[in-house]
């Protein structure tokens, strides 16, 4: 027996059109890349997203064309996803923090037909747009006043190309499951993997992180996505946010603690994500400035692990609720939250961090487990680890043209690459990437436990640690350490300062100083290239 329910398709735009409605003066702030602050709101959001699909449409790209954009978020990058999922295309994010010659690579490889650019990136576009074979058009975010000259011959001003529409356009009517957005993964390892969004799975994650354990927002909210349109899918916010009617505060290309601090408090900003250094400048310059943040209640962090003091600090002495959370691009994004169960929830001081430091449970629609090297499921006991594996609606399937095919595993289940533990209340803990992880005498050392460790010190301002082989336990942990300026210490004091903390045989073996530690564009620690310095490097004899 079937039921008897209407057919009503997860369709992205279907979110602009009841933000329109339902919302319709609600603003969204912009720091414009030309510099003033400008305001719109969902109702015009929605008739200019109309007429971006109306016009790609008289330009003749077709359902299912991947078009590029490179920018920042503002207003008119929200226009440009909704324009292109509305006649049925692929919004497909790119990275600028990557090398042109990547970028070349994966536009190449998605074959992009038109691109979306900011004015700031436009020295990056016309070194790169003859290479990329696929491209027909280039449309510059910006008025015909602010257009730069170029050498390019396909290139328009936004707002120009926009006028000749008058958004009397009916939206595509679309399978749910037809691609709506495309990211590729940074590529630490190998080339990089394209994950495809469907208009179902962007929906469905937008219905997870609005609910009160997860992002808990709502149309009173004023919120502030720092974390870039072009990473990971915005954490989802460019969906979300009109799903529930929220205010939208773009920060555009500036992300400095002066710059956020200002949108925080003049535009009342009540929630915002971003990764941890963002944080960390932000809270620099609150404190250098002796200000404080008398309207955000909570701040979503990820992307790399949240340090303890950070989530501290903004409770301590902000009154700032910290929601650490993880997810990858693959989960588009977003994996666990750490909001408070009632097991947990009259928890107050280090006992409360310690369930904050953890990067928090799934929400319905993210299914997890564990399991070891012969793919056996392990216990939810917060100390055993092993490779976590997901399966939810709106987790790929697979990679773009069929890359990375060992992450999926037959049963469903997608490897996220991540290894972590759980404890007895769902609460996953991340220990370490499974490339990173430490196996000496066939028992894993985490890294970023070491790592975390480390920077507890006063004296350290980054860490990193990385296996390097040895004859008897296979692999020994070397800790690299950055000194903050002006600071001395030596090996044996930071060994001092971690003994008694961990187990003794996580213990590094040594310990190096550099001036830097490499980073990814997406500002993680690039182990690759650190494991790739230290080639040579061998091990004190015991
Ligand atoms: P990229 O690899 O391009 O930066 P992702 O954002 O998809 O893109 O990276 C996802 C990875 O980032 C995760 O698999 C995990 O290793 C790491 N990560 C994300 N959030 C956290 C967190 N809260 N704590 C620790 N690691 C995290």
């Known amino acids: 027996m079937q039921g008897l329910m209407q057919d009503w398709p997860l369709l992205c735009h279907k979110i602009l059109d009841y933000a329109a409605q339902q919302h319709g003066r609600r603003e969204i702030v912009t720091r414009s890349v030309e510099g003033p602050i400008v305001r719109t709101n969902y109702a015009e959001i929605r008739l200019r997203s109309l007429k971006v699909a109306q016009r790609l449409a008289r ?53 992009d037909q038109a691109l979306f650019v900011d004015l700031t990136f436009m020295p990056i576009v016309e070194k790169i747009a003859p290479a990329i074979r696929s491209l027909k058009k280039v449309i510059v975010l910006t ?28 939206w595509r009517e679309l399978d749910e499951k037809a691609a709506c957005g495309m990211c590729y993964t940074s590529g630490t390892t190998g080339d990089p993997k394209g994950v495809v969004y469907s208009h179902r799975s962007n929906v469905l994650h937008a219905m997870i992180a609005v609910q009160k354990d997860a992002m808990g ?3 009173t909210d004023a919120i502030l996505p720092v974390v870039p349109m072009f990473h990971a899918n915005a954490w989802g916010l460019a969906q979300s946010a009109p799903m529930i009617g929220a205010k939208l505060v773009m920060p555009g290309g ?19 994500a971003a990764v941890p250094t963002v944080w960390l400048m932000l809270l620099q310059y609150l404190e250098e400035q002796g200000k404080k943040l008398p309207h955000l209640q909570k701040v979503i962090i990820g992307g790399s692990a949240c340090p303890r003091s950070m989530t501290q600090k903004f409770r301590d002495d902000y009154d700032v609720e910290v929601i650490h959370a ?22 107050s001081g280090d006992a409360q961090l310690d369930i904050k430091q953890k990067q928090g449970y799934a929400p319905f629609g993210v299914e997890m487990k564990i399991t070891g090297d012969t793919n056996d499921e392990k216990p939810w006991d917060g100390r055993t680890f092993g490779r976590l594996k997901v399966r939810g609606p709106a987790i790929a399937r697979a990679y773009y043209g069929g890359a990375g095919k060992d992450q999926f595993d037959p049963d469903g289940w997608f490897d996220t690459g991540d290894v972590a533990h759980v404890d007895a209340n769902g609460y996953m803990q991340i220990t370490d990437r499974a490339k990173d992880v430490i196996k000496s005498g066939g028992e894993w050392i985490s890294t970023i436990d070491l790592e975390n460790l480390a920077v507890g010190h006063p004296d350290v301002a980054e860490a990193a640690v990385i296996g390097i082989a040895h004859p008897k336990w296979d692999e020994r942990p070397l800790l690299v350490i950055v000194k903050k300026p002006g ?21 590094p073996d040594d310990v190096s100083f550099v001036e830097a530690i490499p980073h990814t564009a997406t500002g993680k620690i690039q182990k690759t290239t650190l494991r790739d310095q230290f080639r040579d490097y061998r091990l004190p004899s015991p």
């Not at 042109?100 to 994966?106: D, K, M, R, T, Y």
């Not at 390019?152 to 958004?167: M, R, S």
């Not at 710059?259 to 408090?265: H, K, N």
């Not at 993880?326 to 928890?347: D, F, H, I, Q």
């Open 59 to 111: 330009d003749g790209f077709r359902e299912g064309d991947r078009i590029g954009t490179l920018a920042w978020n503002t207003a008119r990058h929200l226009e440009a996803w909704y324009g292109i999922m509305g006649m049925g295309g692929v919004y497909h994010t790119l990275n600028p923090r990557l090398f042109p010659e990547q970028i070349v690579w994966i536009m190449n490889h998605a074959e």
């Open 143 to 170: 008025d015909a006043a602010h257009m730069p000259a170029s050498a390019l011959t396909n290139i328009v001003a936004f707002e120009e190309w926009l006028a000749e529409a008058d958004g009397d356009y009916a």
């Open 487 to 507: 600071r001395e210490v030596t090996k044996e004091q930071i060994l001092a300062f971690m003994d008694g903390k961990i187990a003794k045989w996580w213990m």
């Open 217 to 219: 927002i709502g149309s």
């Open 326 to 347: 993880w997810g990858m691009t693959e989960m588009s994004p977003l994996g666990t939250l750490g909001t408070m169960k009632p097991e947990v929830a009259g928890l």
């Open 254 to 272: 500036r992300m400095d603690g002066a710059a956020i601090y200002e949108l925080l408090d003049t535009e009342k900003v009540t929630m915002s």
